[in-house]
Nanobody, 125 residues
């Protein structure tokens, strides 16, 4: 089974930036909405951002709007980026990318499948 592969996480100080990359090879990803979710220790997985297959529409959680930007490789549509600026300690989590089902909510993890293994982001104060 082909799954997305996330990279780009790391340990940074508050206020810094990171760029996460999700490579999702194959036609099963290029025509679908892709999303980023995150899960902090002891907390449920939460929505971060999503982007349509064309890249024309994007969706963000209120907690990251204005700081994070989701984008998609225009050529292949198989690489999705999450640019994270002005990072805060509360952004510390494992970040996952996943493919959304054709129907359902952009914001609910239950409406996504094909999850990657995640990349750790740690923001120190």
């Amino acid at each position: 089974q082909v799954l997305p592969v996330e990279s780009g996480g790391g340990l940074v100080q508050a206020g810094a930036s990171l760029r996460l990359t999700c490579v999702a090879s194959g036609r099963i990803f290029s025509s679908y909405v892709m999303g980023w979710f995150r899960q902090a220790p002891g907390k449920e997985r939460e929505f971060v951002a999503a982007i349509t297959w064309s890249g024309d529409s994007t969706y963000y959680a209120g907690s990251v709007k204005g700081r994070f930007t989701i984008s998609r490789d225009n050529a292949s549509k198989n690489t999705v980026f999450l640019q994270m600026n002005s990072l805060k300690p509360e952004d510390t989590a494992i970040y996952y990318c996943a493919r959304k089902f054709p129907s359902g909510s952009y914001y609910d993890s239950k409406d996504y499948n094909y999850w990657g293994q995640g990349t750790q982001v740690t923001v120190s104060s």
